[in-house]
């Protein structure tokens, strides 16, 4: 699924990007952590980020559900794009709610990776899959 898609092939520099880096490969590992193919995700993932520029938490959870249906399915990502937006809203939101909406301060309210990969579970649609991608390259950055 998402295996050949990087950080680096999106044009995400991780290691020197700071908190803007980690919240786009997050976005980017959502949408390839489903069962869609790749090359849909990433030009979702280029309509959100890109083109419409929602990329932050804040920038995400201040659209309305509508607008993220219509960017979802203006990249192709048809097939969930109602739970999806759903869903996307939710992460945006509870990552301003509970860690001051960021990544990094979820990680520092994890005690060590294996309760910022359980806490990146918690959120309705991360699974394994996707904190398995997320994880595969942020890993490097948070721990």
Known sequence: MGVNV??????????H???SALFKWLLASFLMGKRIR???AVQTWHVI?????RDTPRKL??????ELVQMLGEGG????????????????????????G??????????????FEQRLQS?????PKTAEIFMREAAQVLF
């Not at 990087?6 to 290691?15: E, S, W």
């Not at 945006?92 to 001051?100: D, F, I, K, T, V």
């Open 38 to 40: 790749a090359q849909v």
């Open 17 to 19: 990007g700071g908190e």
């Open 123 to 127: 959120f309705d649609g991360i699974g």
């Open 49 to 53: 980020v890109d083109k419409h520029g």
């Open 61 to 66: 959870a201040g659209c309305t559900h509508r």
């Open 6 to 15: 990087t950080a680096h092939a999106l044009g995400i520099d991780l290691v």
């Open 77 to 100: 990502y048809a097939r969930y794009d109602e739970s999806t937006s759903t869903r996307l809203q939710t992460l945006a939101s509870r990552l301003l709610a509970e860690y001051g």
């Open 102 to 115: 960021t990544v990094s301060g979820m990680r520092e309210a994890s005690t060590d990776r294996r309760d």
